[in-house]
């Protein structure tokens, strides 16, 4: 933000850490800073103050601007990164985050910059960052009233972009994502943007790269808990929720529940801090709607009272299915999980290996409904 420091002031500053592939305010290269606002690139309003250079050759196509309001970068192909501009307020929030990973730059989990063409170190960038952090520092001390609403509104887009890394990788799991699935996302982006379409687009962006990329769910789901944008534990449990009933909805979008779907909602709740109550009431709900929509008659009539309701969820069918029925359930199962299906998906190890799980709970289901039939 313009109002944390002067140009001069930051000037100062870049000019203790200057290197050859460093250029500061007024004395850029035509060319440097033509290509950097052209590629970058770099909004006209911007006030830019330093440029860092990260091509081999010179051509400053791939780099770092330094504007008043922030950082803007562009990354070469071998980097990888959900955004491309960090503001002031946060970068502040990136001190305990901020690291080197090679020869990137880590400003938090997924935004990263490249250095690998620069000739300043990822350690020196880093000590350029902490002094920056410094200084923002010591300007926001001298404000004791800090704005509330725009530390809530980072919090938040931290909150919405773990729930676009989440839905992605689930929405993703049992194949190509259908046109159902995509209209289903968007609407929910819709609604987590609040209608900003910058907002709306950063998290398309976000699901675009995560949905084909090794993530790692157990840091992404740290990042969304620690920072649910609520105080109290019952509205917060009340939106782990929501998201909980989401993944139920986007599972069931187009009239069917695959398998692995079906497997990872069963174990969401644990995941999400969740009692396991939830699974069985959404089960309920929305196993109950397919088969109504699937106008299902029913020969069996007997009470399954006493048999485990879990059992009817895991094979995805009603207890009250025939057993011609049951069986089709249970083999429409079983082959959507077979190993060389999933093989064939790319899935990551950890995933291949909980699918194998699932089949034996699987059988061990099937087994105790035919049991309990026949007696």
């Not at 019952?234 to 909805?249: G, R």
Request: net charge negative.
């Amino acid at each position: 933000m313009n109002s944390y420091f002067s140009k001069q002031a930051l000037v100062t500053l870049l000019q203790r850490y200057q290197t050859s592939d460093m250029y500061i305010a007024d004395r850029f290269p035509p060319q440097k800073l033509q290509n950097a606002v052209a590629y970058f690139p770099i909004p006209r309003q911007s006030v830019i103050v330093g440029l860092i250079d990260c091509t081999v050759f010179g051509s400053c196509k791939v780099g770092l601007a330094i504007t008043l309001d922030g950082f803007i970068w562009k990354n070469d192909w071998a980097t990888e990164t959900h955004q491309t501009s960090l503001t002031w307020d946060q970068l502040l929030q990136c001190e305990n985050t901020l690291r080197a990973v090679n020869s990137d730059i880590e400003f938090y989990p997924g935004i990263r910059f490249g250095m690998a063409g620069c000739s300043m170190t990822p350690a020196a960038f880093i000590q350029l960052c902490l002094a920056i952090i410094d200084l923002l520092s010591r300007q926001t001390e001298s404000q004791p009233v800090q704005n509330e609403d725009q530390q809530l509104d980072e919090q938040y887009l931290i909150f919405i972009g773990a729930i676009a890394v989440l839905l992605a990788k689930f929405a993703k799991i049992d194949g190509a994502i259908t046109q159902n699935e995509i209209e289903y996302i968007e609407e929910t982006f819709d609604e987590l943007s609040g209608g900003d379409p910058s907002t709306k687009s950063m998290l398309i962006t976000i699901f675009n790269k995560s949905k084909d990329e090794q993530v790692d769910i157990n840091e992404v789901l740290e990042h969304l808990i620690s920072n649910i944008p609520c105080s109290e534990p019952a509205e917060s449990q009340d939106m782990l929720l929501s998201l909980y009933v989401t993944h139920w909805e986007l599972a069931m979008v187009d009239g069917k529940l695959s398998a692995i779907k079906h497997a990872l909602l069963q174990e969401l709740p644990n995941m999400l801090g969740l009692p396991m109550s939830v699974y069985h009431n959404a089960s309920k709900q929305f196993l109950g709607i397919q088969s109504s929509e699937n106008k299902t008659q029913s020969r069996q009539t007997q009470n399954t009272s006493d048999l485990h309701a879990s059992y009817f969820a895991l094979l995805g069918c009603n207890p009250n299915c025939t057993d011609d029925e049951l069986r089709m359930a249970y083999r429409r199962k079983v082959s959507s999980l077979h190993p060389d299906k999933l093989q064939s998906k790319a899935l990551a190890d950890e995933l291949l290996q909980f699918a194998n799980e699932q089949v034996q709970k699987i059988n061990h289901a099937y087994a105790e409904i035919v049991k309990y039939r026949n007696r």
